[in-house]
């Protein structure tokens, strides 16, 4: 075997005899030479940084996308569940988002305000469309508005029960800008701060408990509009919070449309075309919804923002139906 100094002499007269470096480490025994000793890695840098980019680059990020959408198929699909989670996956959920075909939002100008609306009617025209629909009279002998309020919901959360575990172990509880670190820490602030005397809130959370779904519905039903044809969601949704921002701007990701009914104080909603549709659908449309109204939306075809406007605190209580 060859020392590395005759290794190197070798080298040196094969370069005065003008073979160059090129040619020689062409010859399979001098780069058996050269790699003599050495670790795969440092014999194969090239393939080495490849395989590294092609980590970052393009499996870390298909990693990240696929654990995702496995939040979202393994639970209830809702567009909020876990606000954390939905922060992040915000961009995500741009990208993976079908481009909006904008015939389905140009006519939209303004919100249609319905009253007395029959089942068929509301399927024909609004149930799959894009049309903003608020409906008037849609709490019709409801008692959810004289009845839920903060210490009601607290009542049916109490400390250790079942309902509030599965809100905790479904990350269904949004806190959106607070510090509220979830369920009970909700339903254990001071009064003066659920009288807004210190910070401004805003919560959601999603029931998924039967009891406490059957005390909940003996105050509410289906809106009388939507026809038993439509399949609706099984998990119903809350939110409230003082007047103030309510849910930044964003989209959903569920199959259908979501209906909201105001119990109490006043929301005003922001909605905005998908970028695909500017310059082909409204951009930008504002729409105030009073206690007593239910507003039927697609959250996953307009970007929507929320603002509790007015004085009082703002109780909704909502549902998907595809
Ligand atoms: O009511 C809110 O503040 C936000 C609700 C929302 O984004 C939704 O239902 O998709
Ligand atoms: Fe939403």
Redesign the pocket.
Known sequence: MATVDQFKTLLKNAEDLGISWEQLNRLKSVRAIQNDGKKWHQRNPKVLYAGLVFLISISLPLMYIEHELSILADSEPH??NNWKCFLSSQAIASLVRPPLDCNACKDVTEIFYLKNITQEEFLEKYAYSMQLVVVQDGQKGWTASKTFSYEYFKSIYPPGSKALTQIVDGCQFFSFETDLDGPADFFNMSQSRVEGKEDQWYV?WSNCEGHTANELRKHYKMPYFLSPELDHGKID?I?MGLPGP??PL?I?RVPGA?W?AQLSGE?EWTFEAPPECYGICNSKMKVRVKAGEIIVLD?SRWY?E?NIIGKDLSI?I?SEFY
């Open positions: 567009p909020l959601g949704w939110y309510g849910a964003h959903d979501t909201q929301k959250g929507h929320t909704v909502g």
